[in-house]
Nanobody, 118 residues
């Protein structure tokens, strides 16, 4: 498995932007699909963005499409989530995950809190 550490969360006003980062350990990072999930109080965990091992394939939840962008750097063992036009409903703990495919995630980070004020 790969170890994941998220960073970049914080408090931002509605309409603002944040970039989340996820640092991965392990020499096989480039073989993993990566994803960003979020979990808000009272709601189910939501898969919001995934990217395949090469970065050639990405997929987004409808709730963030056009506002969020996932990317990865296989040299630096990093995956990013650029978030723009943030809304109060984006408030959640955001998790980075790794897996064998874009629908299979079995390694998780500890999460980073994103709070969007109105």
């Amino acid at each position: 498995q790969v170890q994941l550490v998220e960073s970049g969360g914080g408090l931002v006003q509605a309409g603002g932007s944040l970039r989340l980062s996820c640092a991965a350990s392990g020499r096989t990072f480039s073989s993993y699909a990566m994803g960003w999930f979020r979990h808000a109080p009272g709601k189910e965990r939501e898969r919001i963005a995934v990217i395949n091992w090469s970065g050639a394939y990405t997929n987004y939840a409808d709730s963030v499409k056009g506002r969020f962008s996932i990317s990865r750097d296989n040299v630096k063992n990093m995956v990013y989530l650029q978030m723009s036009s943030l809304e109060p409903d984006d408030t959640a703990v955001y998790y980075c995950a790794a897996g064998a495919g874009t629908t299979q995630f079995d390694s998780w980070g500890q999460g980073t809190q994103v709070t969007v004020s109105s």
